[in-house]
C-alpha cells in the first residue's frame, strides 16, 4: 500500500470516468450529454422562475394594481437601462470592494483558528460551546454595537460582514485537519519534517477543499447580509441604492435592482464552485 502526498503529483486517482468527461483535446475537457442536460435543467428552472414572476405581477394582477410595478415586464428593461449608466456599477462595485473586503477578514481568522481547533482536541472542547454560541447570534444584531465602536461608515459592514463569514470557514477548517489521513502526518514525521513543513506540505493542501467549501458557504452568508447592513449609515452601495429608490418612489429601479443582486449573488456563489471544482481536480490529476 502506498502513501502520497495530497496534493502531489504522485498521488494515485482514478482516471476520470465517462460520466465525467467524454475525452481530453489539448488537457481539456469536452462537454458531455449528462452535463449539457444538466445544464439545461437548470436553464430550465430558472425560466420557471422568470414566468411565475410574470404571472404574479402582470397576468394575473389587477390592471391598476400597484404589484405591477414590480413586474419582470418593467424590471428588465430598466435594469438594461440603469447598465448603460454609472450610477449602479459604481454601487456594484462598493459593495463587491466590502464582500472582498469582509471574506478576507474571515479567512485570515477562520483559517488559523480551523487549524489550531482541529489539530488540538482539547481546544476544540474548550472553545466548541462559546463558538457554537457566538454562531447562533445573528450577525445584524450586532449593529447598533458595532456602529457605536467602529462609527458611521464601512468599518461595522466590515465587522458584521467577517463575523457572519468566518464560521463556515473556521469550521470546515478544522473538520478538515481532523479528516486528514494519519498516514500522511506519519510519513512527514519519518521524513523529519519540521511543524512547517508539515503544514505548508502535509495539513494545508490536505484541508484546501474544506477551506473552499466553508469559503462559498461564507459567500452566500455574506451576500445576505451585506444588503441590509448597507441600508445603515452609508451613502453608497446596493443596499443604500434600494433605499434610495425606495425613496424616489423608482418602483422599477427598485426591483430592477433586487434583480441585479440576484444575478451577482448567483455570479459569486457560481465563481466559488468552479474555484472548487478547479482545486479539486488539479489534485485528482
Given at each position: 500500500?502506498?502513501?502520497?502526498?495530497?496534493?502531489?503529483?504522485l498521488?494515485?486517482?482514478?482516471?476520470?470516468?465517462?460520466a465525467?468527461f467524454?475525452?481530453?483535446a489539448g488537457?481539456?475537457?469536452?462537454?458531455?450529454?449528462?452535463?449539457?442536460?444538466?445544464?439545461?435543467?437548470?436553464?430550465?428552472?430558472?425560466?420557471?422562475?422568470?414566468?411565475?414572476?410574470?404571472?404574479?405581477?402582470?397576468?394575473?394582477a389587477?390592471?391598476?394594481g400597484?404589484?405591477?410595478?414590480?413586474s419582470?415586464?418593467?424590471?428588465?428593461?430598466?435594469?438594461?437601462?440603469?447598465?448603460?449608466?454609472?450610477d449602479?456599477?459604481?454601487h456594484v462595485?462598493?459593495?463587491l470592494?466590502?464582500?472582498?473586503?469582509?471574506?478576507a477578514?474571515?479567512?485570515?481568522?477562520?483559517?488559523?483558528?480551523?487549524?489550531?481547533v482541529?489539530?488540538?482536541?482539547?481546544?476544540?472542547?474548550?472553545?466548541?460551546?462559546?463558538?457554537?454560541f457566538?454562531?447562533?447570534?445573528?450577525p445584524?444584531?450586532w449593529?447598533?454595537?458595532?456602529?457605536?465602536?467602529?462609527?458611521?461608515?464601512?468599518?461595522?459592514?466590515?465587522?458584521?460582514?467577517?463575523?457572519?463569514?468566518?464560521?463556515?470557514?473556521m469550521l470546515?477548517?478544522?473538520e478538515g485537519?481532523?479528516?486528514?489521513?494519519?498516514?500522511?502526518?506519519?510519513?512527514?514525521?519519518?521524513?523529519?519534517?519540521?511543524?512547517w513543513?508539515?503544514?505548508c506540505?502535509?495539513?494545508?493542501?490536505?484541508?484546501?477543499?474544506?477551506?473552499l467549501?466553508g469559503?462559498?458557504?461564507?459567500?452566500?452568508?455574506?451576500?445576505?447580509?451585506?444588503?441590509?447592513?448597507?441600508?445603515?449609515?452609508v451613502?453608497?452601495g446596493?443596499?443604500?441604492?434600494?433605499?434610495?429608490?425606495?425613496?424616489?418612489?423608482?418602483?422599477?429601479?427598485?426591483?430592477a435592482?433586487v434583480?441585479?443582486?440576484g444575478?451577482?449573488?448567483?455570479?459569486?456563489?457560481?465563481?466559488?464552485?468552479?474555484?472548487?471544482?478547479?482545486?479539486?481536480?488539479?489534485?485528482?490529476?
Open positions: 500500500m502506498s502513501t502520497s502526498w495530497p496534493g502531489s503529483s498521488s494515485g486517482s482514478a482516471p476520470p470516468g465517462p465525467t467524454a475525452g481530453r488537457g481539456k475537457p469536452w462537454l458531455t450529454l449528462p452535463a449539457l442536460t444538466n445544464s439545461l435543467l437548470g436553464i430550465g428552472g430558472l425560466i420557471v422562475l422568470l414566468l411565475l414572476w410574470w404571472l404574479g405581477t402582470d397576468v394575473l389587477s390592471s391598476q400597484f404589484i405591477r410595478q414590480f419582470p415586464t418593467t424590471a428588465i428593461p430598466e435594469l438594461v437601462t440603469m447598465l448603460g449608466q454609472p449602479l456599477l459604481v462595485l462598493v459593495s470592494r466590502r464582500v472582498l473586503i469582509g471574506l477578514l474571515a479567512l485570515l481568522i477562520g483559517v488559523p483558528v480551523g487549524l489550531a482541529g489539530s488540538y482536541s482539547r481546544l476544540n472542547t474548550a472553545t466548541s460551546p462559546a463558538f457554537q457566538l454562531r447562533m447570534i445573528s445584524l444584531s449593529m447598533p454595537i458595532a456602529v457605536m465602536v467602529f462609527g458611521v461608515g464601512d468599518q461595522p459592514i466590515y465587522f458584521m460582514l467577517a463575523f457572519a463569514a468566518v464560521w463556515p470557514i470546515n477548517t478544522a485537519v481532523r479528516r486528514l489521513q494519519p498516514s500522511w502526518l506519519s510519513l512527514a514525521d519519518s521524513l523529519a519534517a519540521t511543524r513543513e508539515t503544514l506540505y502535509v495539513i494545508l493542501p490536505g484541508v484546501l477543499g474544506h477551506v467549501t469559503l462559498r458557504l461564507a459567500v452566500g452568508i455574506v451576500w445576505i447580509v451585506l444588503v441590509p447592513c448597507e441600508m445603515l449609515g451613502s453608497a446596493l443596499g443604500y441604492f434600494i433605499l434610495d429608490t425606495r425613496d424616489r418612489l423608482a418602483y422599477s429601479e427598485l426591483m435592482t434583480l441585479m443582486i444575478v451577482l449573488g448567483f455570479l459569486l456563489d457560481a465563481g466559488a464552485r468552479m474555484l472548487y471544482q478547479a482545486v479539486t481536480r488539479s489534485r485528482a490529476a
